[in-house]
């Protein structure tokens, strides 16, 4: 009898206990409304976090891009925040670092052709294109100066003529005449070689690790980036922060 009574005790006590213990159930992501917006409209995210305004989710796409998107996934933007009292631009900080780059580790000096002053304190790297007009100014303006290390990979973007010269370019045995020879107008005789096609192959992979959907970008020793054809001002203005 006093055994049956202390199982009967024992059974109680571990049932005492089931009860006290409670029941983890997994949290829902607060995100996946969001989630499910990017994924229904096929854009890929890089990263998905709590914007610095309630109510929205900051995306980071796959090219690098910055999206807001509401709480409940209704509405997808792509704009800029500002805050009203500090008059802060938080959208385009936010860009900023996003673009930031180690101006040493993660571009390819070794693929790109070495112009102006190779000992200048000022030094920079610029994406181009051969047949971006944007990029000929640029070049046109900085083949002026003389107080600069510029470093210029050449790239295909703007389709199967651009990829052409671009090879006909790193196939040349002066590829920074080419180039400027392209720059003044000049047109180009196709030339193929199997170590130009290398380099473009290199570079493209290099463009799938970092996005570049605008000629010329430029980017500077301190890691900042900056797109299209920069005017003296804003030149001198970064070059001098930067470097």
């Not at 996934?73 to 900080?93: C, M, N, P, S, W």
């Not at 996003?98 to 040493?104: G, I």
């Not at 180039?179 to 130009?196: F, I, Q, R, S």
């Amino acid at each position: 009898m006093n055994q049956m009574r202390r199982m009967c005790l024992l059974l109680w006590g571990v049932a005492s206990l089931s009860l006290s213990i409670p029941v983890v159930q997994a949290k829902e992501d607060p995100s996946a409304p969001v989630r499910a917006a990017l994924a229904a409209n096929g854009i890929a995210a890089q990263s998905v976090q709590a914007a610095p305004l309630n109510g929205l989710y900051e995306v980071v796409t796959a090219s690098h891009d910055l999206l807001y998107v509401s709480a409940d996934g209704k509405y997808i933007f792509a704009g800029e925040i500002i805050d009203a009292g500090t008059h802060e631009r938080l959208t385009q900080e936010r860009i900023d670092k996003l673009q930031r780059v180690d101006f040493t580790k993660d571009l390819p000096h070794d693929l790109t052709l070495k112009a102006g002053d190779a000992h200048a304190k000022r030094h920079i790297l610029i994406v181009v294109d051969p047949n971006c007009p944007y990029c000929r100014d640029l070049e046109n303006r900085l083949a002026l100066r003389k107080d600069l290390s510029e470093e210029i990979l050449v790239t295909g973007l703007l389709g199967p003529r651009s990829r052409e010269d671009a090879r006909t370019i790193l196939c040349s045995s002066d590829p920074l005449a080419a180039l400027d020879a392209k720059t003044k107008g000049n047109p180009l005789t196709p030339v193929v070689c199997a170590a130009g096609d290398e380099k473009l192959a290199r570079i493209d992979a290099w463009l799938q690790v970092h996005p570049v959907q605008v000629t010329p970008e430029t980017f500077f020793p301190d890691g900042s980036m900056a797109k299209g054809d920069l005017s003296d001002v804003d030149l001198a203005d970064r070059l001098a922060k930067a470097n």
